[in-house]
Every structure is written in structure tokens, then in C-alpha cells.
């Protein structure tokens, strides 16, 4: 992750959770909602795998942390490791979050290999020429078939362009379509296992969530999630 990442980062620590609600309450969810639906599908596409209790989660470009206890109690992961350039928002996780461990991205090699990696929204912050070196810093920090939820957002759906434009931090984001993602994964070593994409209706019951997770293949969500996994 970048020097102008942090830089930007530092700047909206303050206003950060006010920024994003602006763009997320055009959707009628706060972030609560999406960070669970998120680590739910995860969670399902571990256990396919055969990954059922992550012991060791990274969370990459953790941000203010608030990831971290819904990983914790829905992968049943016995440790969280979030992974942030900007100290004001490692400053904020440390802050609401003290029972995980918060790290620059320079501290990340002393703290060992992880089972399960995740990550959402990072990667539209960084560089393009930057990208590779990001994600392969991911896959060099997880144990051999451990697995990577790689979340984006869809620059395909209309409705994410929107939400993000109100979004202080997302507004000039340089956004990765799914293939783009892919091909970004394999250039660092995953091998892809699939693609999902989630959050075409924002809120819903139960059974509109079982109708987003049968459709999930087709690129009609608000955010996607390429799955990678280190099996060489």
C-alpha cells in the first residue's frame, strides 16, 4: 500500500464513518449490514474449500478496524491481524478494536502466515502500477492453501457509482472491474477458485438474500468477491 494512501487516509480519519454513512444511506443499510453479508458469503466459500475455522485472519487495508469482530465471530478465527498504511486510522482500530492487533503493512512479515485473508475496497485506493506489489504481499503472508476474500466494488452497477460520487474518499477512486481483479490475483500467485457478486438489492429478508446468493455468478451486485487461494 502507497504513501498517497496513507496521506489520504490520515486526512479523512476524523470525518471517515460521516462520509461514508452520506453515501451508504442512499442504500437504507449502514455498514454493519454489508460487512456481515460480506463475511458471511466468505465464510460459505471457505467451507467449500475445507477452510471451516480460520485460526488466523489478515484483514488488508483495515481501515478504522470495524471488520475485525465480525470476522472474528463469523469465521470463528481466533486471531485478527489488520494490515493499514495510515496511522490515524490504525490509531481509531486500536482505539474500538484493542483485542486485535493492528500493524503497518511494514510490520506484517514478523507476525507469521495466516489462514484466511480479506480485504474490501482497498485496491480502487491504490496505484494501478502498485496493485501486483499489494497483492502479492497478501499471498506472501498466507500459509499454502489458505485463501483470499478479495471484496471490490462493481464499477458495473450504476448504483455503486452513485453511492461512492457522495463518498468523500471513493469519489476519484480508480475502480477494478471483475476481470481486472482476476487477472490481478493470478499475476500474484492465487489461483482463482471463483467469483461472486453480491448486494443487488441492498437490504432484504432471508429470502431475498437466498435469491442474491443463487444469482451471485451473474455481475449485477453492488460489490463482487474474487475468491483466490495459495495452492503453489
Known amino acids: 500500500m502507497t504513501e498517497p494512501s496513507r496521506a489520504e487516509f490520515d486526512a479523512y480519519a476524523a470525518e471517515y464513518d460521516a462520509s461514508l454513512e452520506r453515501g451508504l444511506r442512499l442504500t437504507g443499510a449502514g455498514k454493519e449490514h454489508y460487512a456481515e453479508q460480506r463475511v458471511l458469503l466468505?465464510?460459505?466459500?471457505?467451507?467449500?474449500?475445507?477452510?471451516?475455522?480460520?485460526?488466523?485472519v489478515l484483514d488488508f487495508g483495515?481501515?478504522?478496524?470495524?471488520?475485525?469482530?465480525?470476522?472474528?465471530?463469523?469465521?470463528?478465527?481466533?486471531?485478527?491481524?489488520?494490515?493499514d498504511p495510515s496511522d490515524a486510522m490504525l490509531e481509531r482500530a486500536r482505539r474500538r478494536h484493542g483485542w486485535a492487533t493492528f500493524v503497518t503493512p511494514g510490520g506484517l512479515a514478523a507476525l507469521g502466515r495466516f489462514d484466511a485473508a480479506y480485504c474490501n475496497g482497498v485496491f480502487h485506493h491504490i496505484p494501478r502500477a502498485e496493485r501486483v506489489a499489494a497483492a502479492v504481499s497478501v499471498r506472501a503472508a498466507l500459509l499454502p492453501g489458505a485463501a483470499w476474500g478479495f471484496w471490490e466494488n462493481n464499477p458495473w452497477n450504476p448504483g455503486t457509482r452513485l453511492v461512492m460520487s457522495r463518498v468523500e474518499f471513493d469519489r476519484d477512486a480508480d475502480l477494478l472491474s471483475?476481470?481486472?481483479?482476476?487477472?490481478?490475483?493470478?499475476?500474484?500467485?492465487?489461483d482463482v477458485v471463483r467469483t461472486d457478486h453480491l448486494f443487488v438489492l441492498p437490504i432484504g429478508s432471508p429470502a431475498v438474500r437466498r435469491v442474491e446468493r443463487a444469482i451471485s455468478r451473474l455481475p449485477l451486485g453492488g460489490q463482487y468477491m474474487v475468491l483466490g487461494r495459495v495452492t503453489r
Open 42 to 56: 466468505l465464510r460459505d466459500r471457505l467451507r467449500a474449500l475445507g477452510i471451516e475455522r480460520p485460526a488466523r
Open 178 to 190: 471483475p476481470p481486472s481483479a482476476r487477472r490481478l490475483l493470478t499475476t500474484a500467485g492465487f
Open 62 to 83: 483495515c481501515g478504522d478496524g470495524d471488520a475485525a469482530p465480525v470476522l472474528r465471530e463469523v469465521l470463528g478465527a481466533s486471531e485478527i491481524v489488520g494490515v
